[in-house]
């Protein structure tokens, strides 16, 4: 059974630096895209960024956010720096073998539960 759980997210001021995890059981990452989404409220959820053999960034986090897995520890992650209000979110890690549509949620095939961002003063 496939399990993603991001860690890592929380309460932090604007212009300041988060990192989240998205540890994978049950699947190993090897071969396998990994997407970052995140949904505010009253918001549809919206792509932050993805990786295969590529690194793919919104145009709104394009420059402050970096995605990056290791295989070794089967692991994704989202350094996210220069944080902005706007960045508040819940932030979803999800993972697909299908090699579709990388910015398209449905393109995902398993999702992590979410971790909250607020970036507030």
């Known amino acids: 059974q496939v399990q993603l759980v991001e860690s890592g997210g929380g309460v932090v001021q604007p212009g300041t630096s988060l990192r989240l995890s998205c540890a994978a059981s049950g699947q190993t990452l090897t071969g396998w895209e990994i997407g970052w989404f995140r949904q505010a409220p009253g918001k549809e959820r919206e792509f932050v960024a993805a990786?295969?053999?590529?690194?793919y960034y919104s145009d709104s986090v394009r420059g402050r956010f970096t995605i990056s897995k290791d295989n070794d520890k089967n692991t994704g992650y989202l350094q996210m720096d220069n944080l902005k209000p706007e960045d508040t979110a819940i932030y979803f890690c999800a993972i697909s073998h299908r090699y579709g549509d990388i910015y398209s949620w449905e393109s995902y095939e398993f999702w992590g539960q979410g971790t909250q961002v607020t970036v507030s003063s």
């Open positions: 990786i295969n053999w590529s690194t």
